[in-house]
């Protein structure tokens, strides 16, 4: 089974992130895009659904690459 996409942003600063939660290893994966390119060797874990939100949201603010 694919692991579930809970939350998606963009902006027009061309960055994009998609959050999914992964059922088996009980963990988000935020995935970074730059312009459309996936940036995966940035994916990020974590098992708390805030910390997930608020990394993509800091992601789409500009506050790191």
């Not at 390119?37 to 659904?49: C, G, I, P």
Request: hydrophobic share 30%; aromatic share 16%.
């Amino acid at each position: 089974m694919a692991n579930r996409i809970v939350f998606t942003g963009s902006n027009p600063n061309g960055r994009s992130v998609k959050v999914r939660w992964d059922r088996e290893w009980k963990e988000y994966t935020v995935q970074f895009f730059k312009d459309g390119d996936y940036l995966n060797l940035s994916d990020y874990y974590t098992d708390n659904h805030e910390d997930a939100i608020a990394t993509a949201c800091k992601h789409l603010n500009g506050e790191f690459a």
